[in-house]
């Protein structure tokens, strides 16, 4: 069982940046892949951004556009999402997760996610 703990989330203005970042605990946190996603109010949960243990080749969705930036320090078992730039339609809850599969496949859909954190709000005004 792994345990999630999002943080770094809040109100910011437009074309500023914060950095989510998300702590694991209970498991063995280099063997999984961990992803981002958000959730806006009325809308699904979306996919942000991935990478695995190996940090080869970041899968990240396409309105990022260059903005956001996943990274992970397996030594002090977290994630990161420095997120640059940001617009008002960031507006959400950002949620990490874990993927027991810990490849360099296009995974996206939050089915293939095994563990999630509570999130985190991030708030972007125009």
């Known amino acids: 069982q792994v345990q999630l703990v999002e943080s770094g989330g809040g109100l910011v203005q437009a074309g500023g940046s914060l950095r989510l970042s998300c702590a694991a605990a209970?498991?063995?946190?280099?063997?999984?892949?961990m992803g981002w996603f958000r959730q806006a109010p009325g809308k699904e949960r979306e996919f942000v951004a991935r990478i695995t243990w190996s940090l080869r080749r970041p899968l990240y969705a396409d309105f990022v556009e260059g903005r956001f930036t996943i990274s992970r320090d397996n030594a002090k078992n977290t994630v990161y999402l420095q997120m640059n730039s940001l617009k008002p339609e960031d507006t959400a809850v950002y949620y990490c997760?874990?993927?027991?599969?810990?490849?360099?496949?296009?995974?996206?859909?939050?089915?293939?996610?095994?563990?999630w954190g509570q999130g985190t709000q991030v708030t972007v005004s125009s």
């Open positions: 997760a874990a993927d027991r599969f810990n490849v360099n496949n296009d995974r996206r859909r939050l089915s293939e996610y095994d563990y």
């Open positions: 209970g498991g063995t946190f280099s063997s999984y892949a």
